[in-house]
């Protein structure tokens, strides 16, 4: 029992933490600021794609994670803020979100209609314009909504 505990243990807690804000842009494992959440970002044989795996407390029977595909050919990146929220952005999935709660996983699509509360300075500073065009349209609506 303590020889198999080590085995998911010792690989989990080998793989360096992020910094909150810290922008990721190369494939490989990355575990969030408080170490509860791996990222694991695989480029395929041919270069065309990226497998994202993301996962809650890996290596137990109830890990909460999530699975998707992005495309690696074009420009990408991912994130951590400070609540374990991760944040990416890949061409044809546009900005999105991830996150693990008690109750469930979510992942979020990012549009004009929401999604960017919190959202890191650093993240949102690296996205590409047409995203931070978005941001901004969305942001207008809310200064609207309260005056």
Not at 3 to 15: N, Q, T
Not at 21 to 41: F, M, V
């Amino acid at each position: 029992m303590l020889i198999a505990l080590g085995l998911v243990w010792y690989p989990r807690h080998k793989v360096p933490r992020v910094v909150v804000g810290q922008i990721i842009t190369d494939t490989g494992t990355y575990r969030s600021p408080d170490g509860t959440t791996l990222l694991t970002l695989r480029r395929s044989q041919r270069d065309d794609t990226i497998s994202v795996e993301v996962a809650a407390h890996a290596g137990t029977p109830n890990a909460a994670g999530s699975k998707w595909e992005i495309d690696g050919a074009q420009p990408w990146l991912y994130t951590f803020d400070a609540d374990n929220k991760l944040w990416g952005y890949s061409a044809d999935q546009g900005p999105h979100s991830w996150q693990a709660t008690p109750e469930s996983n979510r992942f979020t699509s990012i549009g004009i209609h929401g999604g960017w509360e919190g959202i890191p300075e650093p993240f949102l500073q690296a996205l590409p314009p047409e995203a931070r065009d978005v941001y901004d349209r969305w942001r207008e609506k809310q200064t609207a909504a309260v005056q």
